[in-house]
């Protein structure tokens, strides 16, 4: 099993999940990112995903494996999405599975949170008035003092 | 941290060595020997510099010209330089160091001496190969030459294994190849054309890779640069400049060669860089 | 979308989840509980589900209808198996889609915990060494001053 | 909840029995017609309770009795019936009966007019055969009048239908067979031999349903109970003494009638009670 991979086709979770399978876990959780129909105020009608791809494994792998010495889980993985969606696709899937239900719903907590502070991977939303834009970088750098500026370079501070 | 203790230099020169056929502390590179060559780069970074020699070495000329710590113990092997250099001096932490690693530069020790933990018996780096820590390109404190000392007690000798398992900090190596020891001919050929080869003192090629909007600003996904920036922060500000980047590098992070990296990391020619705008996956 | 269901076949997780999609959501979080090959210490070969289907269905509604009023969540639903189960076999399955991951997780974690805890299902265990036994009930019950008789009734006492 | 309209009492005892060969409300159980035995059950639970007659029949004895509600509007059957009573008091809602439900019972009727939803048009019950709504033991509320009016106005009469498409509450029953009516003689002997047995004061017949551990130790899904445990924690003592019960009643939880309940509520006749162990979904 992939601890993290991309894929440019639709994410196959159902074969993710499959991998995930121990006869000693009684819960499973997953977490799915979902492309949704507005952001900040402003209705998206699609986006593009584009990732530094070598670096973003090796970051992606650590982060799940970081996960499996941190939390008592039996099998943890996660998926990424590249190129071209629409509202309602399926960007990211996380799936833990483990003995007990809490360390689960922690450790699939913990990895889609750090994936999305650490790993290398850029949004541009395409929004229903024309404009486009790469989330967290081109309104924050315009307006250094909008409050978002500084919770995502706290965030980027985190992983350093 | 002001109150860890002060770190000497030791740079071990007590081996003979059998595959080179030639005392490797003797091996010259661009003029200078590779003896002269540790001393000269570890300088900088501690109180003082010295050389670790058996008792037969104290009068080799080439050893003679540096302070030296001649070993105090039986037994032979950077060990004994190691117990000799805590002995000498018992307060104090040693950056113990092999004589043959042509590739090491400033750069490597700074980031040792920043990733120290005075609290552990030796900050050491993991090898780029096989993750097993390397004893001779490392700080020990002074808490590890009582260990040492029993360790050899036991019979055993290789501070690799000593280091495997007792508490050291380990910190992951920043270049695959500083590291590199010379024990052949062919070795020695390679690194010395390495070391040899004239390029400008203060020019280096450097490829940056760019993404997302950093790619769209600079309207390519890559360049090639022959740049005087010695370091990532530096080699920005050259850029920024050029391509009227927007984000001020405090919202970014930079890669070099694939990994995370320092600002103020030294840059080599052929290095790839790699500047991370502000993340969005999910 | 019904909040709250039983099932005699195989739970239909895709279908579930489907019914559970809204253009705004842009997080999903989903728990399965899988049977287990051990529990307490003993192997488990299968187990059954029983339920006061009349109440716990109603019970089960509620801790949905709950979850959906306290958490700023889209949709939420809670898929129950009964009958006879094997090891692997998917026994519980709970979906949320929220605007935000984190109100996903937090209202899939309660809804799981409150079934557990408050729907009358009960599961009844059969063990390789050709034991079996309702859970919570039977070792409880014989030994009153086991530590997890306190835990039980407690679980119990949260649900009054 | 205060502030929603006052509840009347209505029982309908206008149609004609074709299947019965009788007058319906006059069919008699224990020594008291049907029509009285309705008006007596429902009169603790509304603030006044009328009787819905055709104007041919208000000088009937039977009838005459009580206030009546006389058809205000042509066409005939329940529907008039209801119309009327909402049109001679506007304001007010009402609970209508037909008189035909010789197994209604207090806990019935309480239990309607706890699940009352003054917003919507009716309250009723689901029928227990078939979930369709029970338009005869419901409380239609005044905007209700309207409604019907529009509804005959469109060339239709029946109540059950007006209920269906249009917004009323709607409650699952507590008693399968409580809303029987009465059709024929066999029905009408199986009913009075029902109601007529006579059982001690204090003893009630209560049911019990067993799940899980309790259904295997109890040796049984279900029990009919002759018992005079004035509540479920007396039931379970009687009960867990007959049985052997394992679980001390601490451990369980209790339902009546589909509903978890206190273990002090007072058990009424045909109750059914559900004593719950630990649950272990998931």
Chains 1, 3 share one sequence.
């Not at chain 2, 054309?193 to 020019?203: D, G, K, N, Q, V």
């Not at chain 2, 600002?263 to 993340?279: K, N, T």
Request: glycine share 8%.
């Amino acid at each position: 099993m992939k601890l993290f991979s991309f894929t440019t086709t639709p994410i196959d979770t159902v074969g993710a999940r499959r991998e995930l399978f121990d006869g000693a876990a009684g819960g499973y959780v997953s977490f799915e990112g979902w492309v949704r129909n507005h952001n900040e105020g402003l209705a998206v009608q699609g986006l593009e995903y584009e990732a530094f791809v070598e670096l973003a494994i090796k970051e992606g792998e650590r982060i799940v494996a970081d996960a499996m010495r941190r939390f008592p889980i039996k099998a943890a993985s996660c998926v990424h999405r590249l190129g071209a969606l629409g509202v309602g696709d399926l960007a990211v899937w996380v799936g833990v599975s483990a003995e007990h239900r809490g360390e689960a719903f922690d450790a699939c907590r913990h990895i889609i949170d750090e994936v999305k502070h650490r790993v290398p991977i850029w949004k541009k939303e395409h929004y229903l008035n024309g404009d486009s834009g790469w989330v967290n970088c081109e309104r924050c750098a315009s307006a250094p003092h909008h409050p978002h500026a500084h919770e995502h370079s706290g965030a980027h501070g985190v992983s350093d | 941290m002001s109150a860890a203790p002060t770190v000497y230099g030791l740079i071990l020169a007590g081996g003979a060595s059998t595959r080179m056929r030639h005392d490797k502390a003797a091996l010259r590179y661009g003029g200078e020997s590779q003896l002269d060559r540790a001393c000269r780069l570890v300088k900088p970074h501690v109180a003082e510099v010295f050389v670790s020699v058996r008792a037969d070495q104290v009068n080799d000329p080439l050893r003679a010209s540096h302070p030296l710590i001649v070993d105090a113990f039986a037994g032979g092997g950077p060990i004994v330089g190691i117990r000799s250099a805590l002995a000498s001096s018992p307060a104090s932490a040693w950056l113990v160091l092999a004589c043959d690693l042509p590739l090491l530069t400033d750069a490597v020790l700074e980031h040792l001496l920043r990733a120290r933990d005075p609290a552990a018996l030796a900050t050491a780096y993991c090898s780029a190969y096989d993750g097993l820590p390397e004893p001779l390109c490392a700080i020990w404190e002074p808490a590890a030459g009582e260990a040492l000392a029993r360790w050899q007690s036991e019979g055993r000798s290789c501070p690799r294994k000593f280091l495997r398992i007792h508490h050291a900090k380990l910190v992951d190596p920043v270049d695959a190849h500083a590291l590199d020891n010379i024990n052949t001919p062919e070795e020695y050929a390679t690194a010395r054309s390495t070391l040899e080869t004239p390029s400008a003192p203060e020019s280096m090629q450097i490829k940056i890779q760019y993404y997302a909007l950093m790619r769209e600003q600079a309207g390519r996904s890559d360049e090639m640069l022959e740049t005087a920036a010695a370091t990532p922060a530096e080699l920005y500000r050259e850029l920024g400049e050029r391509h009227r980047f927007t984000l001020p590098r405090e919202r970014l992070k930079v890669a070099v060669n694939g990994e995370f990296s320092d600002w103020s990391r030294g840059l080599r020619s052929g290095d790839v860089v790699v500047f991370i705008p502000p993340v969005a996956g999910g």
